[in-house]
Every structure is written in structure tokens, then in C-alpha cells.
């Protein structure tokens, strides 16, 4: 193959990266239940894509490509060490994943369903709520922990301290990754708009790069899409 193609390939791969990777990572981390896990998959699952793509072309779907793989790699690799950690025996007995997902796995909406999940965990109130818009900008939103410690004026460092025990504590505490039910949205709510207005001034006025505008962020400042409509319509 030559070099041109190999370009081509990797700028299509990093394109999907940044377009799909936070809807990637929300669906992984439904199928398989942990964050470090979901996430060591992403990262798995786009490294395979680099190599398979070049030599087999991208894939019409993509985005379930990614999940098909990644949860593949992570089933494969809790199989690999369920002998030195019972814990995870269960989840190895899951059977073997398909190169495809289900249909409702391919769905926009299902996939939105599952973002919307993943920030209500975030905003969980059992978290500190700094740790809850923190770890929401980071996971759902794709924010950088550099642009994050710039809208809470704060350091990096504290902000990946606060984002890795945020998710010690959802492992711990066993929070669910679910939309909570009505009477509990409340509690919620304020947390996940206050993600909606961080990352509308981070897409309005640029911490980083050679553009004052990110159209990405603009669009995602309604992270909650349609599906919060449905969930709290009105609100």
C-alpha cells in the first residue's frame, strides 16, 4: 500500500475519532459496564481500525464496526485474565460478539439513549458536584483535561484527581449507568446544565488551537439531544 493511502487512511480514522468516538465510548461503556474498560476497548477497537481499514476499506457503518470491535477486545481480554480474577468470570461467560451489532445497537436514537445514560451517571449525586461536570465534559463531551481546568480555573492535575476517583466512586457505589426516573431527575439537572454552558463557551471561545470557534462543541452543547425531551420535556 502506499504512503498516500496509509494517509488517507489514518485522517479518515482520526475524522471518525473525533466525530464518533464519545458515542463509541458511551454505547462500550453500557455493554460492558466499566469506564476503564470501555475505554481500554475504544482505544483498542480505533488501533484495529487503522491497520483493518487500510487493507479491507472503511466499513459502511463505522461506528458499529468500532463497537462490534471494541467490545470484542474487551470480552477477548477479561477471557485472558479471568483466571487471576474471578470477579470478572461472569462477564467472560457473555458469548461471542458478532462483527455487527444489533440493530437497535445501529440506531442514531439508541446511540443517543446511550449518551444521555452516561451523562446521568456523570451527574450522579452521590459524586462531588465538581466531579460531576468534570468527568461529563471529559467522557461524554470529549473536552480535554487542559480545557476543562481552564473553565474551572483551576490546574489539569486536580481535574484528572477529580475525574479518576468520580469513577472509583461509580465502581464502588455500584451506580448504575441509567436514566434515573423522573422524581430523581432534579437532582440531576443542574450538573448537566451546567456541562451545557461549558461547553458552549469552550465551542464559542476556544481555550486551544488556531480557530476562536469549535462548531463541534456548539453542537454539542445539547448533548442531551432528543432524548431528554423525552425524558424531561420542557424542562
Not at 464518533?20 to 465510548?25: A, G, H, K, T, Y
Not at 471494541?70 to 462477564?91: C, Y
Not at 461467560?93 to 446511540?111: G, I, M
Not at 446521568?120 to 460531576?132: G, I, K, M, N, R
Request: aromatic share 6%; proline share 6%; with cysteine.
Amino acid at each position: 500500500m502506499s504512503e498516500d493511502m496509509v494517509k488517507d487512511v489514518h485522517e479518515v480514522v482520526e475524522a471518525i475519532y473525533r466525530s464518533e468516538s464519545r458515542q463509541v465510548l458511551a454505547t462500550l461503556i453500557r455493554l460492558l459496564g466499566d469506564f476503564e474498560t470501555a475505554e481500554e476497548a475504544l482505544h483498542d477497537a480505533f488501533a484495529v481500525a487503522v491497520e483493518q481499514w487500510a487493507r479491507d476499506g472503511v466499513p459502511a457503518n463505522p461506528r458499529a464496526w468500532l463497537v462490534s470491535t471494541g467490545r470484542f477486545k474487551a470480552i477477548d481480554g477479561i477471557r485472558r485474565r479471568t483466571r487471576h480474577d474471578v470477579s470478572l468470570a461472569e462477564m467472560a461467560k457473555q458469548p461471542e460478539p458478532t462483527t455487527t451489532l444489533d440493530a437497535d445497537d445501529q440506531n442514531d436514537e439508541s446511540v443517543e439513549d446511550d449518551r444521555l445514560r452516561l451523562i446521568f451517571t456523570c451527574c450522579h449525586p452521590a459524586l462531588a458536584p465538581e466531579a460531576q461536570v468534570a468527568m461529563t465534559l471529559r467522557e461524554v463531551c470529549g473536552l480535554t483535561t487542559e480545557e476543562i481546568a481552564r473553565a474551572f480555573l483551576t490546574k489539569p492535575s486536580t481535574i484528572a484527581q477529580r475525574i479518576v476517583r468520580a469513577k472509583a466512586k461509580i465502581r464502588e457505589a455500584r451506580i448504575p449507568y441509567e436514566v434515573p426516573p423522573e422524581r430523581e431527575l432534579p437532582d440531576r439537572l443542574d450538573a448537566v446544565l451546567r456541562v451545557v454552558y461549558l461547553v458552549f463557551n469552550e465551542g464559542y471561545s476556544a481555550s486551544f488551537g488556531d480557530t476562536v470557534t469549535r462548531h463541534h462543541l456548539l453542537w454539542r452543547s445539547n448533548p442531551l439531544g432528543t432524548s431528554a425531551d423525552r425524558v424531561a420535556p420542557g424542562a
